[in-house]
């Protein structure tokens, strides 16, 4: 069992940055961070492939948010610059544990971000 702890939420004003961390007690595969706002379903935001050199992130953070991994350090951080209100939500750290599954069966306890107008 992987352990994924998150870290790096916040407050902020609009048009600020942060840089979320995901650090993993042991390897993972597949990445991803998603994004719950209240009242809203869990959304996808970013994933990142085993290596690291393949990245996809969601339409609404395009140019905005960078996902990213440092395998040395079984960390995937998730760069939000340009933030906006509607960014708010608790974010959460997710990951597969093999090639071939389909769910992501790790997930870690998600830390808030606030962005204020």
């Known amino acids: 069992q992987v352990q994924l702890v998150e870290s790096g939420g916040g407050l902020v004003q609009a048009g600020g940055s942060l840089r979320l961390s995901c650090a993993a007690s042991g390897r993972t595969f597949r990445v991803g961070w998603f994004r719950q706002a209240p009242g809203k379903e869990r959304e996808l935001v970013a994933t990142?492939?085993?290596?690291?050199?393949?990245?996809d992130v969601a339409e609404f953070v395009k140019g905005r948010f960078t996902i990213s991994r440092d395998n040395a350090k079984n960390t995937v951080y998730l760069q939000m610059n340009s933030l906006k209100p509607e960014d708010t939500a608790v974010y959460y750290c997710a990951a597969k544990s093999s090639l071939v599954r389909e769910s992501y069966n790790y997930w870690g306890q998600g830390t808030r971000v606030t962005v204020s107008s």
């Open positions: 990142v492939s085993p290596s690291g050199t393949s990245t």
